[in-house]
């Protein structure tokens, strides 16, 4: 059967679900007929639409952990009798039960916490399997893989129209080359190269010639941005100012991307600008971004990857240790 309809259930970060993709595009790889049906927050919704390979995005739940059982109940009812599998690749019992009360046949993903009568259909990993986030998503479907093969790397589409709309508003001068730059991290600081490198990095790179740089991220970072692009006519500081549909298309309109291991790090991925991916406290063996334009920088010391969201030693030198003369070697 090769006509089979699918809903998954990714992991609710703007990463994790672009690494889903990985999954998706196995599936229509091997069933080019099969329906896949995506179930994601809202705020994240415009990102899987980018995905060719999805038929059709349900919204869920808008936040972390914000999703009351009543609505579980009510969305589980909705979906009854429409899918023949659904692939959950959160471990949290709360992921695990809208397909158990849509009483999807196959309920295939990890046991996770509590979930021994909600799974039937149970994957295993070993722990460091466990960690290589995009293999482990497509391993979940038919067979574990022993690497993500090129074809499988995530790639999101262009809409030219709100691209040309946002060339418009922002003032960006298409005829310069573009490069990105992503200073923030959701997860948390020791992720993300400290805001005077990003300055010491500015300083010399802001006389590049034809060149314009973009500073991406949410309002969360719009005062890191400030303080990079202050002072410098050929910045821009959008943090706080695109929707996940612009972030897309900007980073289509990039050369480069420099970032943090964060979000946009695999949206930029995904759409085939050149990354250089600034690793700290996590590794790029795990969480790469998925594409062959990517440089990765990483300072393999002893206490890295510790995957902490702070450093119990408070010296960050996984991120201090990186220099931004490491970063100019890549804009080449």
Aim: glycine letters at 4%.
């Amino acid at each position: 059967m090769n006509n089979k309809r699918y809903l998954i259930i990714p992991q609710n970060w703007l990463g994790d679900i672009i690494m889903t993709q990985c999954l998706i595009k196995k599936i229509h790889k091997e069933e080019p007929l099969s329906k896949i049906d995506l179930l994601v927050s809202k705020n994240f919704s415009p990102i899987v639409k980018r995905m060719p390979e999805v038929n059709n995005v349900i919204e869920s739940y808008s936040k972390h952990k914000r999703f009351p059982l009543i609505n579980i109940i009510k969305k589980g009812l909705n979906l009854q009798s429409r899918y023949d599998e659904s692939i959950i690749l959160s471990r949290s019992f709360k992921s695990s039960l809208i397909p158990f009360i849509s009483k999807i046949p196959i309920r295939t993903g990890e046991l996770g916490e509590l979930r021994f009568f909600l799974i039937n259909n149970i994957v295993s990993f070993k722990k460091e399997e466990r960690r290589i986030s995009a293999l482990r998503y497509s391993s979940m479907f038919k067979n574990k893989d022993p690497e993500i093969q090129e074809q499988l790397y995530p790639q999101l589409n262009k809409n030219e129209s709100n691209l040309q709309s946002i060339i418009a508003k922002h003032k960006i001068n298409i005829n310069n080359k573009i490069i990105s730059i992503a200073p923030g991290a959701a997860f948390g600081i020791s992720k993300m190269w400290p805001v005077k490198k990003f300055i010491k990095l500015a300083d010399k790179i802001e006389t590049m010639a034809n060149t314009q740089f973009l500073i991406l991220g949410s309002s969360k970072e719009e005062m890191i941005g400030e303080q990079i692009s202050t002072n410098r006519k050929n910045f821009i500081n959008l943090c706080g100012q695109t929707s996940l549909d612009d972030l897309v298309d900007i980073l289509h309109l990039s050369t480069y991307c420099i970032s943090n291991d964060s979000g946009i790090m695999h949206v930029a991925a995904a759409t085939k600008t050149k990354v250089i991916a600034l690793f700290g406290s996590t590794s790029p063996l795990f969480t790469p971004p998925l594409s062959t334009n990517s440089q990765v920088i990483y300072k393999d010391i002893k206490c890295s990857p510790c995957f902490q969201k702070t450093c119990k030693y408070n010296h960050y030198d996984c991120m201090n240790n990186i220099h931004e003369d490491e970063v100019i070697t890549y804009l080449k």
